[in-house]
């Protein structure tokens, strides 16, 4: 190795190991280029903007055929434990009417404690037939949806939503006595439940309360004065 240190070998010396410097080319970008980019940008945001819409729209009309579906249910069970409960009274039970020996009309009490004893039975009764379906996997079928889009692409692509109820705190029933003159001798005498029932609509991906109040006549009696 001596020699090659020599001054005569220097030169190819240093021509063999000599280090090529690095130069920056400078990045030439071209309005095109920024076209290109810009327009993928747009078309993202649109695709994005769009998927947004569409699940709004769908969610929009699946909690609201949901909720009719769920009102007509818990409406159905209401109706079921009003005839049920009514078979064991009469129209009169919830009136005391007092007369004369005439015949003619006294006094005019409504039976408070009558009227107490049935709105508590019908509240069971209603609260165990809606406990009978509580949180079941309920279904909703995309067929109904279809109804409200116009072209039904989103029907073919929309698969059975399942849900379920959960009944919130207890079935209220209240007994509402009203009278109103039927004619200028005669008064009809009105007991009627305000019922309210307030449930839960449990969504795979949320959840929805849902308040249903409804005003059952249960009884009617004529009275002439």
């Known amino acids: 190795m001596r020699r090659y240190t020599e001054a005569r070998y220097i030169p190819y010396v240093r021509v063999r190991y000599r280090t090529r410097s690095s130069r920056s080319y400078p990045v030439k970008v071209s309005v095109q280029d920024i076209a290109i980019f810009v327009r993928y940008i747009m078309c993202i945001v ?92 309920m279904k909703m079928y995309s067929d109904s949806i279809g109804d409200f889009f116009e072209n039904g692409i989103l029907t073919s692509l929309m698969m059975n939503i399942p849900y379920k109820i959960v009944l919130v705190g207890k079935v209220n029933v209240t007994p509402d006595f009203t009278a109103e003159n039927l004619n200028t001798n005669q008064k009809i005498h009105c007991l009627k439940m305000n019922t309210s029932v307030k449930i839960k609509i449990i969504f795979p991906f949320y959840r929805k309360e849902k308040l249903i109040d409804r005003v059952i006549v249960i009884s009617e009696t004529i009275i002439s004065e």
Do not use: H, M, P, W
């Open 46 to 137: 649109c695709l994005v903007l769009t998927l947004s819409n569409i699940g709004n729209k769908f969610n929009a009309v699946a909690s609201s055929i949901t909720e009719n579906n769920v009102a007509d249910c818990i409406n159905d069970y209401i109706d079921r434990g009003v005839l049920e409960t009514k078979k064991s009274y009469k129209d009169d039970d919830f009136i005391i009417i007092q007369k004369n020996s005439d015949g003619r009309v006294l006094s005019i009490k409504n039976d408070v404690a009558n009227a107490n004893l049935l709105a508590s039975v019908l509240s069971d009764r209603i609260f165990s037939g809606i406990k009978s379906i509580e949180r079941k996997n």
